[in-house]
């Protein structure tokens, strides 16, 4: 070949070479071969029988172009596997979100025995409160005072105070000088009326036998008229002092002596809060301005005097729902207003609502003061849930709903929160479940989860 026609040759393969592209350069640098023709090749690095300086030159032009595409090849291979990284990066962020997943695996049955509860949601009227002061105090109608109804002196006391007593019970016991001089009167008009009533009927017997005349019937029948009224009307002085019918009749089988004594009684059953009665004193029955000898106190029912504010009086009504609660917040009886004072306090300018309190088991004191708060009308029915069952997970208001295998998260916007209930705004509609009671275990425990995870991780 001559030297003209192996430089075209080799001009043609360059040429060739060049449009192959970044592959067909980089399969020729692995064969180390350039192909110029049929059944013919040329080793690069073998110059012997060409011309040296074309050679050289066309083998340095093709060398810049293949190190200029390797180093174009070399970037992208390098962007690629910054980008594998950041895929890898993220698969690996989105591998741990997913192992932190808000999922608590839970059973019904063991849900149950947690004391999870699960409830349907429901619209309601939204219910708007008044938190108004009350004070508890003693209902008017079970608080009784025992005075002495005959002057006399104390022999004995059976009752103190604090000392829990039934109607009827024993308080103490007078000896009265009067009470003797009225047993004793009636005793004799007893006597008469007895006498009076024998000699009726043997005169009826006589009158019967035309023995005896109309007239002295007659007579017969009045006096024993007139023995009794003598006898009826020393005995209601002696039911005036306390003295029982059980009592006048076994007087004449009375012991020596206690003729005179009567006994103060309970007209009511409670507590006795206060007692002034000392033995050996001498009591009064004529003294008004004289203090009650025993107070007694029904405190199984009381009232809670709520101040209603002038701004407020057109809002409480009677039989409005009343919950009564402590400093701390704590509900301590529940009921509705049963009256409404007409009268509006001159001092504090507030009408007065009255709520009867059940006390059976005497927590409440009367002079307690307490926080009442009143529903006031009915809104617009909304959907809400017990407030309770809204908690905060990683920092997104939620409730929890069940699933096939447990409970899970779910996100809510809530609204306003009235007597205990929170209305919710989205994120939950009406029939749906969810944790009404319960949600801070299930988030204990999703916490729980989440930091077993972390701490493996």
């Known amino acids: 070949m001559t030297p003209r026609s192996y430089l075209i040759t080799i001009f043609l393969a360059a040429l060739a070479l060049g449009g192959c592209g970044n592959d067909a350069a980089t399969d020729a640098r692995a064969q180390s071969t350039v192909v110029t023709g049929p059944n013919s090749s040329v080793n690069p690095d073998d110059h012997s029988g060409h011309d040296h300086d074309a050679h050289e030159d066309g083998d340095d032009d093709h060398g810049d172009h293949d190190d200029h595409e390797d180093d174009h090849q070399d970037h992208e291979d390098h962007e690629d596997h910054e980008g594998h990284e950041d895929d890898d990066h993220d698969d690996h962020a989105h591998a741990e979100e997913g192992e932190h997943s808000d999922h608590v695996e839970l059973s019904r049955d063991a849900a149950a025995e947690a004391g999870i509860r699960v409830s349907r949601a ?158 050996g004193a001498t009591v009064s029955a004529d003294d008004p301005a004289a203090p009650a000898l025993f107070t007694i106190v029904d405190d199984r029912v009381l009232w809670a005097d709520i101040a209603v504010y002038k701004q407020s009086t057109g809002s409480v009504q009677v039989g409005s729902t009343v919950v009564l609660k402590s400093e701390s917040g704590r509900a301590l009886a529940e009921g509705e207003i049963a009256t409404i004072l007409p009268a509006i306090d001159e001092t504090s300018r507030t009408a007065t609502a009255r709520m009867i309190v059940e006390n059976p088991e005497a927590r409440l004191r009367p002079g307690q003061f307490v926080t009442a708060d009143i529903s006031v009308g009915d809104g617009e029915s909304r959907l809400q849930v017990p407030s309770g069952a809204i908690v905060e997970v990683e920092g997104r208001t939620s409730i929890f709903v069940p699933t096939d295998d447990g409970f899970e998260p779910s996100v809510v916007v809530p609204g306003t929160e009235v007597g205990g209930y929170t209305v919710i705004l989205s994120g939950l509609s009406a029939g749906d479940e969810y944790v009404s009671e319960g949600a801070f275990t299930l988030k204990a425990q999703l916490e729980k989860d989440a930091f077993g995870d972390d701490h493996d991780h």
Not at 168 to 197: N, P, V
């Open 122 to 279: 429901v619209r309601a009227p939204l219910q708007q409160s008044l938190s108004l002061p009350a004070e508890l105090r003693f209902d008017a109608d079970r608080i009784a005072t025992v005075s002495p109804q005959i002057s006399g002196r104390i022999i004995r006391l059976t009752a103190t105070e604090g000392d829990t007593i039934t109607s009827g019970a024993t308080l103490a016991i007078l000896s009265s000088r009067e009470l003797a001089d009225l047993k004793a009167e009636y005793m004799t008009t007893k006597t008469a009326e007895d006498l009076a009533g024998q000699a009726l009927e043997r005169e009826e017997t006589l009158f019967s036998d035309r023995i005896t005349s109309e007239a002295d019937l007659q007579a017969a029948r009045a006096a024993l008229a007139a023995a009794s009224a003598n006898r009826e009307g020393v005995e209601n002085k002696l039911h005036a002092v306390g003295v029982s019918h059980a009592e006048l009749e076994r007087l004449s089988d009375a012991p020596d002596g206690t003729l005179a004594n009567v006994r103060l009684s309970a007209p009511i059953g409670g507590v006795i809060a206060r007692r002034t009665a000392t033995l």
